[in-house]
């Protein structure tokens, strides 16, 4: 057995060593240069009841320098780079590090083989999910096409650990809010078309069983947000914690040329550059979020 396989071995999921893996794993990503965070400076921004977290960018142009290198647009799931590597989650789907991250130990996981980012999660993307959320007490979050704020075709999850900023009260600036949402009626803060519900997930069970109980979920609130379940769903950002589930239809990807994804509804957006901090001041954070979205 070659080193690298022996390291892939001992890189299967086992319980309970999911965290510990992906800080050894940075690690090395960090010294081998495979890791290309994007440094950022945070900046605060209330409205409506909610303390939005806003990272400003100090090395953005980093990222677009890489992207403009590679002229063929690759999948960069397939083949991934093997520096980013993190575990064998399961026989459908690999976790790996997030190559230009803003926020430490961001961690992705893809589907082995090639699916649409616009296609609905089934039950092995839960199962995937479950099984890392088991492991990290993290906020999973799926960018759901496009317009949604998706940058790669290639169907991933993604979790950052809780909480976004270290020693802050709430794990999410959207925990502010009265967390006693109803599926039916959303919660009455949010201003936007959207589904949300509380989840009581027991996560020592297996993973199959938690993976049923969340695409349960997942589909109560595709039909509470107003979303058809035949073909391909329309754009949509999907957030997950071990507490909670939310989904919000997306309209556009962007406004005002500031791009929101789905950690925009928890309460954390990014912008490239001071230019768009003062533009999002001016607009509002959650006044973007009403942009980008359908009215109730």
Known sequence: ???????????TLVPGRLWNQIVYRTQQAITCGALQSISTTTERIEQQGLNFIVRVSDNIARKVSV?????NKRNPFLPYEEELFVADVSSTHVALLNKFNVV????????????????????????????????????????????????????????????????????????????TPSITQGMLELPFLHGIA??????????????????QSYRSLYEAAELSAEDHPQPYSLLVTRRWMLL????????????????????????RDYDQLERLKQIGPMSLLQKVTYPR
């Open 1 to 11: 057995m070659t080193s690298a396989e022996s390291e892939r071995r001992s890189s």
């Open 67 to 71: 992207a403009k290198k590679s002229k």
């Open 104 to 179: 430490d130990h961001h961690l992705l996981i893809i589907t082995r083989h090639f699916e649409p980012q616009e296609s609905w999660l089934t039950l092995p993307d839960f199962k995937a999910l479950a099984s890392c959320l088991a492991e990290v007490d993290g906020l999973a979050f799926y960018n759901g096409g496009r317009t949604a704020g998706a940058s790669q075709g290639h169907k991933h999850l993604q979790i950052v650990p809780l909480p976004l900023i270290e020693n802050d009260i709430f794990a999410t600036p959207l925990e502010a809010l009265t967390m």
């Open 198 to 215: 509380p989840l009581s997930v027991d996560w020592t069970a297996s993973s199959q069983a938690v993976a049923t109980e969340l695409i």
């Open 248 to 271: 919000v239809p997306r309209s556009q990807e962007s406004h005002a040329h500031i791009s929101v994804n789905a950690l925009g509804f928890a309460g954390s957006l990014f912008v």
